[in-house]
């Protein structure tokens, strides 16, 4: 089988949900010096998608139909060897995975790589572990409501619950329930929602809400704590700019940058992408820049990512599904991929 | 082809018209977790088509801009060879949804639209339409419409989705 180049920082996982053609999703690896594609990796019907924390390889958690788009269902964990592309095992699941628009929380692993968490929804919300060494599954946990896997350390997975708190399980060592506990509320559904587009930062997450509030949930700890939010926009902003996108932002954890994609829209636009990125310094909350798009001759940025070495890319993709590859220190844009599939709309790096 | 109208607008209506909204969500929650015989709850993927047209009151039903697809995140069946309220040939009528508020421009009054997926092939791909007022994300599924759907269905493949005009939210 054909070897991949060593790996590099600046290469990106572009998850494409093939929105118009959903039972053909896929994910295009991408090389951010060199502009080129490397390689795809089939995905299936509204998959989910996970790299491991070593980076050696992609788990795709995802349904199939024995005919194509219809016969019997099955749905499955496949493991891709990140350094050859190819498949190299799989694991049967209940046919209960949530099929929904990309999350880092539908499919993810614990911190050492040991367990593999997969959500679902039937619609009784639950999560499956599974153990992808030996490629069994371990447990299936009901989460009363609550959704997606949310995973921190190497035995602890959180869930989203619609009273803005989160549900915690702990594991044993055989990936069973050990305990549970749940949190006070951070956020408020009913006024002001968040993104469960999580962003992966320093001591864990941290969540976008739809007028631009920021939760730094830290995870390092037996249950997660919450940092006082603070906002992306100023009392004049507040409401007339916001985040929007599928994904809708990105970390650079030694830079402490965090990049939003944003727009200026009301109720029922957080979806809508950004015409603008912001990026912020985390540890002063002050706005540091402010990237037009348009200029530039890109749509609406509804996904975006940021390498984490030391001379980081900036990758958005737009929603007429090219991407963009900026600089991230200073923005300058250096190279624009066009239609890098049909609709990319997440960016994942190991 | 199976009208999803057939299977709650009347007694829908009727419930809504008698109740406040609250209530009616309510009494729809009830139903919804005994048993999937009301459609409630629904399926999105994303962006696109952005309801920006002035007069959106002119509009058909057939349009992505018209009001009861306020909330509604996928592929118009009317464009697949359903209706706005009538799945594709082929296809089976999601019996959970999600449901939005829609406000009609014509009568100046606000109703509660169901809307279900048609299931059963593979997507549609035509006249995409994403619109999200009060959209909410998938911790409240019952207003989320990214979420499948047709996770209950026999077949849960997503084709398209219809807008199923349940009664008015009463204030």
């Known amino acids: 089988m054909q070897q991949l180049p060593p790996r590099s920082p600046h290469w990106v996982y572009v998850f494409d949900q093939a929105f118009f053609n959903e039972t053909d999703a896929r994910v295009h690896l991408y090389d951010g010096d060199n502009y080129r594609r490397l390689g795809q990796i089939d995905a299936g019907f509204l998959p989910a998608i996970a790299i491991s924390p070593d980076g050696s390889t992609t788990a795709v958690a995802t349904t199939y139909f024995a005919r194509g788009g219809h016969g019997t269902r099955t749905d499955v964990v496949e493991f891709t060897d990140n350094t050859t592309l190819g498949v190299t095992g799989e694991i049967v699941l209940p046919a209960k995975l949530s099929e929904t628009t990309p999350t880092l929380f539908s499919a993810a692993y614990s911190a050492d790589g040991h367990f593999l968490y997969t959500a679902y929804i039937t619609p009784a919300a639950s999560f499956g572990v599974l153990d992808p060494l030996h490629r069994t599954v371990l447990s299936e946990i009901p989460t009363a409501g609550c959704v997606l896997v949310i995973p921190s350390g190497t035995n602890r997975v959180s869930s989203l619950c619609d009273s803005g708190r989160l549900l915690t399980v702990t594991l044993d060592a055989h990936g069973h329930e050990a305990s549970r506990a749940m949190s006070s509320p951070f956020f408020d559904v009913a006024t002001d929602p968040v993104f469960v587009q999580g962003i992966r930062s320093t001591r864990g997450f941290t969540f976008l809400s739809f007028l631009g509030e920021v939760h730094d949930v830290d995870f390092t700890g037996a249950q997660p704590a919450f940092a006082p939010p603070w906002s992306l926009v100023g009392a004049a902003e507040k409401g007339v700019w916001r985040p929007g996108a599928q994904q809708v932002g990105a970390i650079h954890r030694a830079l402490g940058r965090l990049y939003v994609p944003m727009h200026m829209g009301g109720e029922g636009t957080h979806k809508d992408g950004g015409t603008e990125i912001w990026v912020f310094e985390l540890a002063t909350h002050k706005r540091v820049a402010r990237w037009p798009l348009q200029p530039q001759g890109l749509s609406r940025i509804v996904a975006i990512q940021v390498s984490q070495d030391a001379a980081p890319l900036l990758f958005a993709a737009t929603d007429t599904a090219n991407v963009a590859v900026f600089d991230a220190r200073s923005g300058e844009l250096r190279h624009v991929e066009k239609h890098l599939g049909q609709t990319p709309w997440m960016l994942l790096n190991p | ?171």
């Open chain 2, 1 to 171: 082809m199976r009208s999803i109208d057939e299977l709650c607008e009347n007694s829908a209506r009727a419930l809504a018209q008698r109740t406040s909204r609250r209530s009616l969500l309510a009494a729809l929650g009830q139903l919804l977790t005994g048993a999937a015989l009301l459609p409630l709850l629904p399926m999105d993927r994303a962006h696109r088509a952005r309801a920006d047209e002035a007069r959106p009151e002119a509009l058909g039903p057939d349009s992505c801009q018209y009001w009861k697809h306020c909330a509604i995140d996928g592929f118009l069946c009317a464009c697949c060879g359903g209706s706005s309220t009538a799945c594709p040939p082929g296809t089976a009528p999601s019996p959970i949804s999600w449901i939005g508020t829609c406000h009609n421009p014509g009568d100046g009054r606000d109703y509660i639209v169901s809307y279900n997926d048609c299931c059963g092939k593979t997507s549609c791909g035509n006249c995409e339409c994403n619109r999200n007022e009060r959209e909410k994300p998938m911790y409240r599924p019952s207003r989320n419409n990214d979420l499948n759907w047709c996770m209950a269905n026999a077949n849960v493949n997503y084709h398209c989705t219809v807008s199923v005009i349940l009664g008015v939210a009463n204030k």
